[in-house]
Structures are given as structure tokens and as C-alpha cells.
């Protein structure tokens, strides 16, 4: 597929793709709460640019709303409510030390490659011109999980689990121009409630533990004490 | 219809008048009458499909078949079981001081409301819908499992919270995935993930696709089923939460997140034409069941260890369902009702064991017999009934596939055999002296509300030596839908 061929919508959906799968790496060497939670709210704004454009170039408005959704959820809300919370926790400053940077670094780069390889049964089928997407998508599910394994702080676990949703949302933009609206609504509900939850739970976790270190919730083994 | 919609409207309604008005003494009360009601109108709906076939309601967002519907009715069952028992139980919680009234009212919204979420994820024929409560259901208990604030179970909330999370997502991007497959056969934008469409287009979806939307499925739904090696959340919720959590836990969330894999096994079979996604199954199925067992040895807390137990039963499901022939389906739909009642009832037992005892280490829980023998002879006969001995309805379904092991997979009788046995001890090296032996002096008598436990072991006992020819029917016509023909 030669890019030159494609429409420029979709090279910019591309592009998009690009950036949002870049915008995944910054998150995970990102050792500043406050810059992280910038970065993730960036990629719910190239979230929203490419379901935009996705949504024009389908004709499909329903995609608007779904667009809507992301403005308001991914770029406003959430990271709203993460900044309000760091501020409050007065963790806002902290630095969080990556063990092994460079090898978490290559192994998400590894995962990118995994991602292709996994999606080549889907790009072959897809009628899209975007097909190659499905791959980055499943990267950026892939790169937010490891986020969520190789960091300590509650805060930046949530924003990998958020940076999934990400993904997952990004793949059904691109691979079938959103989902049905009922279901759309219905993800968009459960990522709201989550949302609140997981702020719900800072708390818990500060007044029971003194910190948000996950490293700290270790009293439940198989072994007794 | 009417019954759906009132099946529905009654948790829901549960949810909003807890959540709203908050907690006052007759609470429990009401909740147990919701739960009633709900039970009572599942019974309806079960009924009219029984008689008139399956139902989908005008705008194709709700679809009831033999399938669904005896989980409908056994959801709704052990949702109104647990409500009986869990009044007077959090009452207690609540006497002692474990939780404030600002939580029980959270914990009466919730328990509603996570009613509610595995009723839609069993009625409705959308599969994306099907995700979006099974999730829902994850965020209703993240906060009951978290219930008594300690540092403990704050860590096992998270644990939940996380692990489930991670877990779930896989799965919504198996059903994206099949949705793609389906955008390519299904004619209409919205109809892609109705199971009553999908269904009918299977055959022509590309094999590919599907093949690895199912992987993902099975990931992500298998996270809340309790397969092994994604499991470590199961045992931590089931005993950092309160009782009756445990109970509806492993009683309803487990089979609905099986309930999900086994749907969507049913459309990637015709698509694939080989027996991958069963494959799948049976390895994770005979894994977990093996490294359940295992771990059952290794406990020291009552509840960790029946938790293990459900991990165990539950891979032996997947398991059976991975063989696929009738017998080993209808076998395992039995013992997935077998498994839920029994297991609720174990968990409501143990409930009053931890009050009687006032610990949940099993080293301090001695002479049940002793302190309060109706408790005592309830635990001794759960345990039993768990284990697989006979004439309960475990050892029935254990049997049936067994057979069917033996017809279809021999080689794979010894491992059954060998994990069946290491399970068995593992629960019988502690149960003798938490029930017989001297009690200790601080062992005092409770009130205990036994009635659920013996309802519950009595139709256990009944399916052992009797099943229902109305029961047999549903279970076969089930079976035929799954696999394409019966038993019977």
C-alpha cells in the first residue's frame, strides 16, 4: 500500500494512528505524574481528531457522538479529575523510578511488532484503507497493560488502564467505524463509573496504606504469616 | 415480556431507592423482597419458554432461549437465597462494628445492582451489551469486596479492580473483532453484535478473524471465570469481602462470564469448522482445575480455600464444555448449577462458622459440632457435596464427564482422576478437625439462619438422585443448541 495513493483524510487518520501510538511510548518513560496525565489527556485529543475525521470520511454521524464522548471523557473529565486528585493527594510533584527504562522501553517496541503480526489475518480483509490501525490499536492496549505492570504508583496504573480503553476505542473507530450506539453509550457509561471509582479508591488506599505505592498491598500471600 | 421487563425494574429499582434513601433497619428486609420478586418473575419467564420457545422482545434487545434461561432462574435464585441470609448476617457485621450505616447502604445499592448487571448480561441478545454489564458487574462489587476498609481487603479491591479490568478489556477487543467479522456477512450497521443475526451467519464469517477474536475472549471473560493463570484476584475478593459477596460471587459471576465464552464458542465453531476453540478450552480448563487443587493444600483461611475450590470447579466446567460432545455439555450445564448451589450454601455456612469462631483461620475454627451442631452438620455436608461424594448432584455431573472423557479423550482420564483426588484432600485435611475435635473456650453459639443452606443442599441432593424430567428436558434442549444434539 503506497501512501501517496490513499485520500488525505486517510493519511491523516495515519498520521493520527502514528501519534497515538507515540504519544503511548511518551506515557510509559514518563516519570512525572502531572506530565503523564497531560500526555494521556494529548492522546484522548488525537483520539478525538481521528474519530472526527473517521466519522466524515464513513458518513457515519453516529460517530460524531462517540466523538463527543471522547472529547468530554479522555481530554476533559478524566484527566480533570486525575489532576484534581494528584493535587489533592499532594503527590503532584513526585517522581516515580522506572526500574530498567530502556528494557521496558524495547520490550514495548517488541510488543508494536507482536501487534502487526497477530493483526496480519484482520488487514488482509479489512475494506479500509486505515486497516493497518488495528494493528497500532492493539499495540496501545498492549503498551497500556505494560504500564500497568511495570509501574508502582496507583495513579499511573490507572492511567495505563485508561490508556487501554484508549486502544480499544481507537480499534473499533478504525476497523468498523464505531460500535452500535447502544453499546457505545454502555462503554462510555462503565469508563465514567470507573473513572469515579478509581478516585474513590486513591483514598482508601492513602488512608489504609500511607501511600499509593502498590508495592505496599502485599499482605494477602498463600503463605501464612 | 411484561416478566422480563419486571425482572429488571425490580433490582433496579433496588439500586435507586437504596442508593437514594439510604439504610434504615428494615433494609435487609426490602431487599429480601426485591429479590423475591425478581426470582418470582424469572420463574414466569422461565415457564413461558418452556412452553412457547425461546423469546426476543420486539426490539431485538432482549433474547431468552434454554440457555439463558436457567441461569436466569438460578442467578435469580441464589440472588434471593443470599438476601435471606445476608440480613441478619451484615446485622451482626453491623453489631460488632466491621461496618457503619453509610456502608451498608452501599452495600444494599450495590448488591442490587450487581443483580441487575448479571441479569442484563444473561437476557440480552446484544454482545456488546453482554460485555458492557459483565464490566458493570466488576464495578457494582469493587466496592463491596473493599467493604470493611481494612488494609487487606483495600488490596483486594484493587487487585479486583485492576486484574478484572485489564482482563475484561481483552475481551472487548475479541468483540470487536467479531463485530469486524460480522460488518463483512450481516447486512444493517447495528445488527452486527445481535446474537439472533450472528447466529444465523456464522457459517460465513472468516475463519481468521474469529479464531483470534476468541483467544481474546477467552483471556478476558476466562479473567472472571477464575482460570488459572489469570485467577490471583478471585481468591483475595472472595475472602477479604463480606460473606454474602463470596457467595453471590461464585455463585453468579462465574457462570455468567462462562456463559459468555460458551456464546461465543457457539458462533466460532461453525466459522472455523475445527475444534480450536474447544482445544482452547480443555488446556485452560485442565490447567486450572490441576493448579486449584494443588493450591487448596496450601491454605489457611476458610474462605481463600473454598475459593479455591470454585477456581477448581470451574476450570472442570470449561473443561467439559471444551469436549463438546452432548454428554459432556449437558453434564456440564448440570454442574453448573450443581456447583453454584452448593458453593452459595458453603459460603453462607461459612459465614456463620467466622461469627461462631470469630476468625476465618482455619486453625482457629475447632468442634463445630460441638458449638452449634446444626452449623456444624451444614459445613460436614456442603463439604461432602462439594468434593464429590454421592448421592449429591456433583458426583452426578462429575460422572457424566467422566464418561464422556472416556469416550472422546482417554489419555485424559488419569489427570481428571489424579486432580479429583489431590482436590478431594485438600478440602478433607482440614474439614475433620474444623468440625469434629474439642471447641475452644471462646467458640460461642450465633444466630444463624440455616435455611437457605438446607433448601439449597436439599435440591443438590434431589438433582443427585433425581433429576427433574421438566429440568432434563431444558438441559437437553440446551445441550442441543449448544452442540447440535442431545441426550435425550
Redesign the interface.
Known amino acids: 500500500m503506497l501512501i501517496a495513493t490513499l485520500s488525505l483524510p486517510e493519511q491523516v487518520v495515519l498520521m493520527l494512528a502514528a501519534l497515538i501510538l507515540l504519544s503511548s511510548f511518551l506515557m510509559l518513560a514518563q516519570v512525572r505524574l502531572d506530565s503523564m496525565i497531560n500526555t494521556f489527556a494529548l492522546q484522548g485529543l488525537l483520539l478525538f481528531f481521528a474519530t472526527l475525521i473517521m466519522a466524515l470520511i464513513s458518513g ?1 454521524y453516529q460517530l460524531l457522538i462517540s466523538a463527543a464522548l471522547t472529547l468530554f471523557l479522555k481530554v476533559f473529565f478524566i484527566p480533570n479529575k486525575l489532576r484534581g486528585l494528584v493535587v489533592r493527594l499532594d503527590i503532584n510533584r513526585e517522581i516515580e523510578s522506572i526500574t530498567n527504562p530502556s528494557l521496558i522501553m524495547l520490550f514495548a517496541a517488541s510488543l508494536v511488532l507482536f501487534s502487526y503480526y ?1 493483526a496480519l ?2 488487514r ?3 475494506l479500509l484503507a486505515t486497516r493497518n490501525t488495528i494493528a497500532i490499536s ?1 499495540a496501545v ?1 498492549l503498551i497500556g ?1 505494560l504500564m ?1 505492570i511495570s509501574r508502582r504508583k ?1 495513579v499511573t ?1 490507572v492511567v495505563g ?1 485508561m490508556s ?2 484508549n486502544g ?1 476505542f481507537f ?2 473507530v478504525v ?3 464505531g ?5 457505545e453509550l ?2 462510555a ?2 469508563v465514567l ?2 473513572a469515579i ?2 478516585g ?2 486513591f483514598f ?2 492513602r ?3 500511607g501511600s499509593l505505592d ?1 508495592d505496599r ?4 500471600t ?3 504469616k | 415480556m411484561i416478566a422480563l421487563s419486571l425482572t429488571l425494574f425490580f433490582p433496579l429499582s433496588g439500586l435507586f431507592l437504596f442508593g437514594f434513601i439510604g439504610h434504615w433497619r428494615s433494609a435487609g428486609s426490602i431487599n429480601v423482597a426485591i429479590s423475591i420478586c425478581t426470582f418470582v418473575t424469572t420463574l414466569i419467564i422461565a415457564l413461558d419458554v418452556f412452553r412457547y420457545g425461546p423469546i426476543l422482545s420486539p426490539g431485538k434487545f432482549f433474547y431468552i432461549d434454554a440457555f439463558n434461561v436457567y441461569l436466569l432462574l438460578l442467578n435469580a435464585f441464589v440472588g434471593m437465597t443470599t438476601a435471606i441470609f445476608s440480613g441478619r448476617y451484615m446485622a451482626h457485621e453491623v453489631a460488632i462494628g466491621r461496618v457503619d450505616d453509610k456502608r451498608m447502604r452501599l452495600y444494599y445499592a450495590m448488591y442490587q445492582g450487581f443483580l441487575f448487571t448479571m441479569l442484563v448480561a444473561l437476557s440480552t441478545n446484544n454482545l456488546g451489551v453482554l460485555w458492557v454489564s459483565i464490566e458493570g458487574a466488576t464495578l457494582t462489587t469493587v466496592l463491596l469486596v473493599s467493604l470493611y476498609r481494612t488494609p487487606e481487603s483495600i488490596e483486594a479491591g484493587w487487585k479486583y479492580f485492576i486484574i478484572c479490568g485489564v482482563g475484561i478489556s481483552q475481551a472487548l477487543f475479541g468483540t470487536i473483532l467479531v463485530y469486524f467479522a460480522a460488518e463483512k456477512v450481516v447486512p444493517g450497521h447495528d445488527d452486527g453484535l445481535l446474537w439472533t443475526v450472528l447466529q444465523d451467519h456464522a457459517v460465513k464469517m472468516d475463519p481468521g478473524v474469529m479464531a483470534l477474536a476468541f483467544v481474546f475472549l477467552l483471556v478476558g471473560y476466562g479473567t472472571k471465570v477464575g482460570l488459572v493463570p489469570l485467577h490471583n484476584w478471585l481468591p483475595d475478593a472472595h475472602s477479604e469481602g463480606p460473606t454474602p459477596m463470596s457467595a453471590i460471587l461464585s455463585g453468579l459471576l462465574l457462570n455468567v462470564a462462562l456463559y459468555a465464552i460458551v456464546r461465543f464458542k457457539m458462533l466460532v465453531d461453525p466459522a472455523l469448522g475445527t475444534h480450536l476453540a474447544g482445544n482452547l478450552m480443555m488446556g485452560f480448563g485442565m490447567l486450572s482445575f490441576s493448579v486449584a487443587g494443588l493450591l487448596l493444600h496450601r491454605q489457611y483461611d476458610v474462605k481463600r480455600m473454598f475459593s479455591y475450590s470454585s477456581i477448581e470447579h470451574m476450570g472442570l466446567i470449561t473443561f467439559a464444555f471444551g469436549i463438546g460432545g452432548p454428554l459432556a455439555t449437558f453434564g456440564a450445564l448440570l454442574h453448573m448449577i450443581v456447583h453454584s448451589l452448593t458453593k452459595s450454601a458453603i459460603f453462607i455456612t461459612v459465614g456463620h462458622v467466622a461469627h461462631i469462631a470469630g476468625s476465618q483461620a482455619i486453625n482457629q475454627i475447632r468442634g463445630l459440632l460441638h458449638t452449634q451442631p446444626f452449623v456444624g452438620w451444614g459445613f460436614l455436608i456442603g463439604t461432602c457435596a462439594i468434593a464429590g461424594l454421592p448421592p449429591f448432584g456433583i458426583f452426578t455431573s462429575e460422572f457424566l464427564l467422566f464418561t464422556a472423557t472416556i469416550k472422546s479423550y482417554p489419555w485424559l482420564v488419569p489427570p481428571l482422576f489424579i486432580g479429583l483426588t489431590v482436590a478431594f484432600a485438600g478440602l478433607f485435611r482440614n474439614l475433620q478437625s474444623m468440625v469434629f475435635g474439642e471447641p475452644p473456650e471462646n467458640q460461642k453459639q450465633v444466630a444463624a439462619n440455616m435455611w437457605p443452606v438446607v433448601v439449597h443442599l436439599g435440591l443438590v441432593l434431589w438433582l443427585g438422585l433425581a433429576i427433574p424430567a421438566l429440568l432434563a428436558q431444558w438441559l437437553n434442549q440446551a445441550t442441543i443448541m449448544i452442540v447440535g444434539r442431545g441426550i435425550l
Open positions: 457515519k497477530v489475518p484482520i488482509a480483509l479489512s492493539l492496549v497493560m500497568i496507583a496504573q488502564f487501554m480503553e480499544l480499534a473499533a476497523a468498523t467505524c460500535m452500535p450506539m447502544v453499546v454502555g462503554i457509561f462503565d463509573v470507573a471509582l478509581f474513590v479508591f482508601h488506599i488512608t489504609e496504606i502498590t498491598l502485599n499482605h494477602l498463600e503463605v501464612e
